[in-house]
């Protein structure tokens, strides 16, 4: 199997290019959709009135990053058919695992002395959550985030199978057509795409962590 530069350089340049706005589309929606049930989830998770809910709710998220994005879709598929939605549901199951995870372990481990002294300033629930709890947890549940956004970046190649395009379909062309160009190509794009999407999001973790924190 030859390597042609020339069809190297034309995929990277040319070809390559028109699939990136789709896959960041591919990767951007689901991580959001996913960002919020799972913060949410583990917020919730760690009051007290549904502590005992953790374990339960965490075995299912579990089974949605066990379960293949491929097969997902095919359960879906008699509802939703194949395409973009599919891909978007199948990316966002996949995605909620570290983000909840990480939440519910960032959460849970705030010193009790941290929550009885913001308590003993007269700070509501609502107040010792969002004043205390959450800028506390930040590094933690922005960790998570960031290995949910790296995952979903590479995951979202196999969304081409199902007619989700994306830069998995340059990718596929370049596997079923024997031409590792394109491979290498979409590939490039793929590992450049998770390095600058974990940079933004350690970025915006810098942004809204406390000043001690930094």
Known sequence: MNFDLDIFMDALTQRAPQYLVEHLQLVVIPLSIAAFIALSAGIILTRPGFR?????VMVLFNAGQTIPPLAVIAIFFPFLGLG?????????????????????????????????AARGMGMTSWQVLCRVELPLSVPTIMAGIRT???????????AALVGGKGMGAIIFAGINFFRPELVLAGTIYIGAMAVAMERVIAFVEWLISPAHLK
């Open 84 to 116: 973009y939605g599919p891909a978007i549901l199948a990316l966002t199951i996949y995605a909620l695992l570290p983000i909840s995870r990480n939440t519910i372990a960032a959460v849970s481990a705030v010193p009790r002395e941290v929550l009885d």
């Open 148 to 158: 949910s956004a790296v995952l979903t970046v590479s995951t979202a190649v196999l």
């Open 52 to 56: 005992h809910l953790a374990d339960r």
